[in-house]
């Protein structure tokens, strides 16, 4: 089992799905779980601040209400592309940014952060230019002004998760310097209450064909063991990687046995 005693964590979306498990895991671990959520957390957690994700002056104030010095920035709070598309790109993105660089002086060297992304944003490749030049804006004002003037293709969805998997990635070798790591988590399709979101704005259908062939859709437990391997000293050579947990899907697509669905 792993052990985390003495180890303090701040952990954003604790209130369900993943965030949940996540904080479950990390408590009955031995750590002490700070969360961060709109909504109250059901999880014995060690405090929990309410924030709103998509405004930065919420974060700040977040920010400057965690007590001490922290372990580990766990962000996985997000919203799917059935809310509008500013909204999607706020929270996944811009706010993943904000809260992490305003914790960065905040967390004890050896730490870990971990983003929750999707493997929705893995075409972050043929769209690079772009996420770069929306990662080159100083503030999350400013990137929300790049967005509402760069208009994306496709779901709002995909694109935040494109730059929440580049930021990261982005981020490591900066990190080096300051003692700390960063890395991404890519879930495929996962069994929580914002399922049926998805399935609306990629497709049912799409949905259920990667359940028909993998079997089943992941637990937020699948997931929530690759996070906490991630802000272990286990992953201590980790660092700027988009770690892929989706049961196999992303590695028949990449190698052509499958086709990728349009979503």
């Given at each position: 089992?792993?052990?985390?005693?003495g180890?303090?964590?701040?952990?954003?979306?604790?209130?369900?799905?993943?965030?949940?498990?996540?904080a479950?895991?990390?408590?009955?671990?031995?750590?002490?779980?700070?969360?961060?959520?709109?909504?109250?957390?059901?999880?014995?957690?060690?405090?929990?601040?309410?924030?709103?994700?998509?405004?930065?002056?919420?974060?700040?104030?977040?920010?400057?209400?965690?007590?001490?010095?922290?372990?580990?920035?766990i962000?996985?709070?997000?919203?799917?592309?059935?809310?509008?598309?500013?909204?999607?790109?706020?929270?996944?993105?811009?706010?993943?940014?904000?809260?992490?660089?305003?914790?960065?002086?905040?967390?004890?060297?050896?730490?870990?952060?971990?983003?929750?992304?999707?493997?929705?944003?893995?075409?972050?490749?043929?769209?690079?230019?772009?996420?770069?030049?929306?990662?080159?804006?100083d503030?999350?004002?400013?990137?929300?002004?790049?967005?509402?003037?760069?208009?994306?293709?496709?779901?709002?969805?995909?694109?935040?998760?494109?730059?929440?998997?580049?930021?990261?990635?982005?981020?490591?070798?900066?990190?080096?310097?300051?003692?700390?790591r960063?890395?991404?988590?890519?879930?495929?399709?996962?069994?929580?209450?914002?399922?049926?979101?998805?399935?609306?704005?990629?497709?049912?259908?799409?949905?259920?064909?990667?359940?028909?062939?993998?079997?089943?859709?992941?637990?937020?437990?699948?997931?929530?063991?690759?996070?906490?391997?991630?802000?272990?000293?286990?992953?201590?050579?980790?660092?700027?990687?988009?770690?892929?947990?989706?049961?196999?899907?992303?590695?028949?697509?990449?190698?052509?046995?499958?086709?990728?669905?349009?979503?």
């Amino acid at each position: 089992m792993i052990d985390l005693a003495g180890k303090s964590f701040v952990v954003t979306g604790t209130a369900s799905g993943i965030g949940h498990v996540v904080a479950t895991k990390l408590l009955d671990a031995g750590a002490l779980v700070h969360s961060l959520d709109r909504n109250t957390p059901t999880a014995a957690v060690t405090s929990h601040i309410e924030v709103d994700l998509a405004n930065p002056r919420s974060i700040d104030a977040a920010v400057e209400q965690l007590d001490g010095e922290f372990d580990g920035l766990i962000n996985v709070a997000g919203i799917p592309g059935t809310a509008p598309g500013d909204l999607v790109l706020a929270v996944n993105a811009l706010a993943v940014r904000h809260l992490t660089e305003a914790m960065f002086e905040r967390l004890r060297s050896g730490g870990s952060i971990v983003v929750v992304s999707s493997i929705a944003g893995s075409n972050w490749p043929l769209r690079l230019e772009a996420v770069r030049d929306l990662l080159a804006t100083d503030t999350f004002d400013e990137g929300a002004a790049w967005f509402k003037d760069h208009p994306q293709e496709g779901n709002a969805y995909n694109f935040s998760k494109e730059v929440a998997t580049v930021y990261a990635m982005s981020m490591s070798l900066a990190l080096v310097e300051m003692g700390l790591r960063i890395n991404a988590v890519l879930p495929g399709p996962v069994e929580t209450p914002i399922l049926p979101d998805f399935e609306e704005s990629m497709g049912k259908d799409n949905l259920d064909g990667v359940r028909g062939l993998l079997g089943r859709h992941a637990q937020p437990d699948d997931i929530a063991d690759a996070i906490i391997f991630l802000v272990t000293d286990s992953a201590r050579w980790i660092n700027g990687h988009g770690l892929v947990v989706d049961g196999g899907l992303s590695g028949g697509i990449l190698t052509g046995v499958v086709p990728a669905p349009e979503i």
